[in-house]
């Protein structure tokens, strides 16, 4: 237990400078826009006693170090700043929006885990015919563009079958059963292509394990081949796939931002580019800090998890 | 008393490629320790492969090899699979490389006793750590949990034998067991392979290519020459009363007799098939009169 | 100068994905060339007399919401879009090379600058980063494809860094600097020749996934803007019509599918000829 609390501690340790890299990206966002954000923001009909006081307000006016240490003071005690059109203050806002992002990531993941591992575990074990039926899925998963496939999806199950309405969302505590429906075709429209991914890594992983001398031990201890495959390979191809599953989260959480707006899923994602679109600077930032917070913390999991399947990488840096 | 291992006319080739074994023939009686002898290729781990039934796909094997008078050629898979790990288990050269990095080294051992016996984890669990104990891994308890790289080699090849001992087999096939490691360790393994034979009254099949194990541990030896079994002797005969020219250039080439450590050197003189013939007459005159 | 014979040598041998990558980013590439003459319609004329018009001999891929000819949109989309997306990956390349090069080459600290430079990129997911830089510096397509180079820049220096790690460690490397040779031109006549194989393998891949950015971004709005048409644009147009006028949204997606396949089985295709030791994986 011990050497997973270093190991945890010390992996903590490298996210704080992640983090704050993170949080100068983001802060910076205003500040870089050419020309005078705030009248950019404001637009043509701005008078110049409004554009001063939303400078005074986003204190634009102070010095850059100033201005992001009290940025960063608000940002830990959970202020993410004010809605410039609404006037709403964005902690609740993204705390609305937060769930749904989460959930769409969250079951596309699993989904795509639920296909790609199984299929790349046959696909390592499987015949000719197998292998070649799993490699027309990944190069077809790989290059479907997302929200196309998207698109497809919903003229078949909603245009010509009319099984799943074609966008739209539905609070989970309101009808649990009509939001799980609604999710149905983005969750899928994001999985197909993180399956391939996940297919085309086990395949290799798992066929590299079974290539293994401890393979041949295995056998003759007289395991059967479906443990050896699920209970042994599976588990040394493990570290291998967790790392991969581990990129593709910022691949998935990049991909909600575009299928959100496709399937009019009030996300953060959807926040982010009317954010853009209404340059609504304050809004855009609050989006980006959540999902780029998002996207570390689930790789500081994986790297957690990783550590506690291979106890190799745990282990490396303590004795 | 029947031999626990009973081999007859074995033949294996790869394809269709030439015999990797060609018509051998040997017995082991119980609790005998029999050494297999030769240079890489001469096809003393095909043998090994073929009696477990792990050899690959494309090999093709006839002749007979009987385990406690059953007949093992022809079984299926997975009549095979049922009988490896409980009645016959076989050990590896890389202790290392013979154990799953990501298990611990207890549940490796549990795992041969779960794959044949209908017991509980617990039990299972137990099991084996008084087999880790019985190999000689102190604190046995504590340490079924750590993965196999915190021990040492030697201590692996230990807990390797522990795992495939661990129901108890008729049958120990140790392919090179003690090569990965170096020479004090090497002497531990062997008297501890020497010991279980002695208190389960295993018998155990020592394929080695070093004449210094084979000096050590070995009742009798049989000596392989690309695929074929130019003769089978007592130790003490083979070291004093070699029968073959090719074992005779063997000792020669390795003049201390049994000095321990010592590698098998690769005989360059090409064997014909008229010494062939006369050593195979010699090994036979001698098993007639054993 | 073996090793480019021995390259020469094994591209000379079947490489099916290589040649169909080729023919069919060829056909592609001449349709965005030629756009213009191949085009049977303007792409951004209307025709109210073929509003949401269904696939025809005038019309083989339909017309769209506001009666113009889906067929020549594509044309003239597959030409923005490609040239955003080459020209990202160009710039991305432009960078990366010569920073891949000084960290692996140089080492020690250059290495260690340069590696935590590019680190920084890589906190954030590059769909965000994109969306980011379009954020600060307004919508358009050359800020869709300066977008696509940053993000691009970590990936290819990385591939870059390690392959130049490999080629330094040579004989003839060392030889050269032995014999007095300037760091420059060890660098630029021995050293970047041998480690550019991975990074092209790893651009041609990365070209099929700037293809799809490029596509989503104009899709969100936030790429190429009307009334340039672009792939991702008219997918973004035809959504409201997709069950009435399906062509409209079926033929653009094809047609960056047609593009992604063949810039994939291109990258497959080099890999077996320049990466067989697989940096670039």
């Not at chain 2, 549990?110 to 104990?133: D, K, Q």
């Not at chain 3, 009307?226 to 949204?249: F, I, K, N």
Request: with cysteine.
């Amino acid at each position: 237990m011990s050497r997973m609390l270093s190991f945890t501690l010390r992996r903590l340790l490298i996210t704080i400078p992640v983090m704050l890299a993170m949080s100068v990206l983001v802060f910076m966002i205003i500040r870089l826009v050419p020309g005078d954000p705030v009248r950019t923001m404001l637009g043509f009909r701005a008078t110049d006693a409004n554009v001063a006081e939303l400078r005074d307000q986003l204190g634009l006016d102070r010095s850059l170090l100033s201005q992001y240490l009290s940025w960063l003071g608000n940002l830990l005690q959970g202020d993410l700043g004010t809605d410039i059109i609404s006037k709403a203050p964005l902690t609740e806002l993204l705390a609305q929006r937060l769930p749904v992002t989460l959930e769409l990531t969250g079951l596309s993941m699993l989904t795509a885990i639920a296909i790609g591992v199984p299929l790349g575990v046959w696909s390592a074990t499987g015949g000719p015919l197998v292998r070649r039926l799993t490699e027309g899925f990944v190069i077809l998963g790989i290059s479907i563009p997302d929200f196309w496939l998207g698109i497809m999806l919903v003229l078949l199950f909603s245009g010509i079958f009319l099984l799943l309405p074609p966008s739209g969302w539905v609070p989970f505590a309101e009808d649990p059963v009509e939001n799980l429906r609604r999710m149905i075709l983005p969750v899928l429209t994001l999985a197909v292509g993180e399956a391939a991914y996940f297919l085309r890594t086990t395949r290799s992983a798992v066929g590299t394990v079974l290539e293994q001398p401890f393979v041949t031990f295995l056998r003759a201890k007289g395991v059967s081949p479906r443990r050896i495959v699920y209970g042994h390979a599976l588990r040394n191809a493990g570290p291998s796939i967790v790392t991969v599953i581990g990129i593709q989260v910022g691949v998935l959480l990049g991909g909600a931002i575009i299928i959100e707006t496709l399937f009019a899923l009030p996300g953060v994602g959807r926040l982010v580019v009317t954010g853009i679109t209404q340059r609504n600077y304050p809004v855009v930032q609050a989006g980006v800090l959540t999902i780029a917070t998002i996207f570390i913390v689930v790789s500081l999991l994986m790297d957690l998890l990783i550590g506690w399947l291979d106890p190799r990488v745990s282990d490396a840096g303590t004795s | 008393m029947s031999p626990v291992l009973d081999i007859a006319q074995a033949g294996v080739r790869f394809g269709t490629g030439p015999a990797a074994v060609k018509d051998v023939s040997l017995r082991v009686a119980q609790g005998e320790i029999f050494g297999l002898v030769g240079e890489s290729g001469s096809g003393k781990s095909t043998i090994a492969n073929a009696v477990m039934g792990l050899l690959p796909a494309t090999a093709r094997l006839d002749g007979s090899i009987r385990l406690n008078g059953e007949e093992l050629v022809g079984l299926s898979e997975s009549a095979l699979r049922v009988r490896r790990g409980d009645e016959m288990a076989m050990i590896f050269q890389d202790a290392s490389a013979s154990l799953d990095p990501t298990w611990s080294v207890g549940d490796q051992i549990a795992e041969t006793i779960r794959a044949h016996r209908p017991v509980s984890r617990a039990e299972a669990r137990a099991r084996a750590i008084a087999l880790m104990g019985e190999v000689g891994i102190a604190d046995a308890a504590r340490r079924y949990r750590d993965v196999p790289h915190r021990f040492s080699g030697g201590m692996r090849q230990r807990i390797v034998i522990a795992a495939a001992l661990a129901n108890h087999p008729k049958l120990l096939i140790a392919d090179e067991p003690t090569t990965a490691l170096d020479v004090t360790i090497q002497a531990q393994i062997l008297e501890l392979i020497d010991r279980l034979r002695r208190d389960h009254g295993t018998t155990v099949l020592l394929i080695t290519h070093d004449l210094g194990v084979v000096g050590q541990v070995c009742d009798r030896v049989g000596v392989m020459y690309r695929g074929e079994l130019l003769e089978v002797a007592t130790t003490e005969d083979l070291f004093t009363r070699p029968a073959h020219p090719y074992t005779r250039a063997l000792l020669a080439a390795n003049p201390a007799g049994a000095v321990r450590g010592s590698r098998l050197p690769v005989i360059p003189q090409e064997w014909s098939t008229e010494s062939l013939d006369a050593a195979n007459a010699a090994r036979d005159r001698r098993a007639a009169h054993g | 100068m073996s090793a480019a014979v021995e390259i020469r040598a094994r591209r000379g041998r079947r490489n099916p994905a290589l040649i169909v990558g080729l023919a069919l980013l060829g056909l592609l590439g001449g349709i965005a060339v030629f756009a213009p003459y191949l085009a049977p319609f303007d792409p951004e004329s209307y025709d109210i007399q073929q509003i949401m018009g269904a696939p025809s001999w005038t019309h083989p891929f339909g017309s769209d919401v506001l009666g113009r000819d889906v067929m020549s949109r594509i044309f003239h989309g597959l030409r923005v879009s490609l040239l955003v997306s080459l020209s990202a990956v160009a710039a991305s390349l432009l960078v990366a090379v010569p920073l891949g090069l000084l960290a692996g080459y140089f080492g020690s600290w250059v290495d260690s600058a340069i590696s935590r430079f590019l680190d920084m990129i890589l906190v954030l997911p590059a769909m965000l980063l994109a969306i980011t830089f379009i954020a600060i510096l307004g919508p358009g397509s050359a800020v869709a494809a300066l977008a696509i180079a940053v993000i691009y820049l970590p990936i290819l220096a990385r591939v870059m860094r390690t392959s130049t790690l490999v080629v330094t460690r040579n004989d003839y490397v060392l030889g050269a600097r032995a014999r007095g040779a300037s760091h420059l031109r060890v660098i630029v006549g021995h050293v970047a020749p041998n480690a550019l194989g991975p990074v092209i393998v790893q651009a041609s891949v990365l070209s099929a996934f700037a293809m799809q950015l490029e596509a989503g971004l104009s899709f969100l709005g936030l790429g190429t803007q009307p009334p340039t048409p672009s792939l991702g644009g008219m997918l973004s147009d035809g959504r409201d019509v997709l069950t009435v006028a399906p062509w409209v949204e079926i033929f653009p997606g094809l047609a960056i599918m047609a593009a992604v396949l063949a810039f994939t089985f291109i990258g497959a295709g080099l890999r077996e000829a320049f990466d067989p030791a697989g940096v670039s994986e």
